[in-house]
């Protein structure tokens, strides 16, 4: 495996420092946010990844301020029929085009078997 005899010798530093294993440590960082960003972002959700310390006022404070301005939803479906397809939904605030609202954008109806 390693060409070293313990962890924390010269050589292991080395060997773990080099660009190429720096790069794809990287690259998987940004594979991993992506994910979790398409992730979120499907459900309703948001990411924001704190690149730094000092921005950490700034993350925590998206955070409180999206947990106090949120609102539960209910939505019954006038297509009653349970085929397990995807529907698509659009929330809307009547009056206010400004609003955004955020929220799922789909839901898959119940299957003929429930």
Same mark, same amino acid.
């Given at each position: 495996?390693? !060409?070293?005899?313990?962890?924390?010798?010269?050589?292991?530093?080395?060997?773990?420092?080099? =660009? %190429?294993?720096? /790069?794809? @440590?990287?690259? @998987? #960082?940004? /594979?991993?946010? +992506?994910?979790?960003?398409? $992730?979120?972002?499907?459900?309703?959700?948001? +990411?924001?990844?704190? %690149?730094?310390? %000092?921005?950490? @006022?700034?993350?925590?404070?998206?955070?409180?301020?999206?947990?106090?301005?949120?609102?539960?939803?209910?939505?019954?479906?006038?297509? /009653? %029929?349970? @085929?397990?397809?995807?529907?698509?939904? /659009?929330?809307?605030?009547?009056?206010? !085009? =400004?609003?955004?609202? $955020?929220?799922?954008?789909?839901?898959?109806?119940?299957? #003929?078997?429930?």
């Amino acid at each position: 495996m390693f !060409p070293i005899e313990g962890i924390n010798t010269p050589k292991y530093i080395e060997y773990i420092m080099t =660009d %190429e294993v720096l /790069k794809a @440590d990287a690259e @998987d #960082a940004i /594979k991993v946010q +992506t994910a979790l960003a398409s $992730v979120a972002t499907s459900t309703g959700g948001w +990411t924001m990844f704190l %690149e730094r310390p %000092e921005d950490a @006022d700034h993350v925590y404070s998206n955070i409180f301020s999206d947990i106090n301005q949120r609102y539960i939803l209910a939505y019954y479906p006038t297509n /009653k %029929e349970h @085929d397990g397809k995807r529907r698509r939904i /659009k929330i809307t605030v009547r009056d206010h !085009p =400004d609003y955004v609202v $955020v929220g799922r954008r789909w839901y898959y109806a119940p299957a #003929a078997d429930q």
